[in-house]
């Protein structure tokens, strides 16, 4: 899985779901995408999300829920866009 291959999907189910954590996102993964991708895997790059300012986090019941930010959303219409040049 190459560098951006699993931020946009990530990026995706948090804007089609909203707040999640960890758990859930691995789960809607697996899912929606067939992507199977270990949990502390996940927790890694997730991290790297937030600490790049692509994702809003806040405690809830010990865990960590995650949401797109403004600057996730701006990021991920751009991933998009380059997906779909490199198509045609």
């Known amino acids: 899985m190459d560098y951006n291959e699993l931020k946009v ?3 995706e189910l948090l804007v089609k779901h909203g707040p999640m954590d960890s758990g859930s996102v691995v789960r809607k993964l697996a899912e929606s995408n ?4 270990d949990i502390h895997a996940l927790r890694m790059a997730m991290m790297r999300y937030y600490k790049q300012g692509l994702l809003r986090r806040e ?3 010990g865990m960590f829920k995650y ?3 403004e600057r ?4 991920l219409r751009w991933l998009q866009q380059q997906a779909q ?3 045609h």
């Open 9 to 11: 999907p990530v990026l």
């Open 34 to 37: 067939g992507i199977v991708i």
């Open 59 to 61: 405690r809830s019941g």
């Open 67 to 69: 949401a797109i930010s």
């Open 72 to 75: 996730g959303v701006q990021r």
């Open 85 to 87: 040049g490199s198509s």
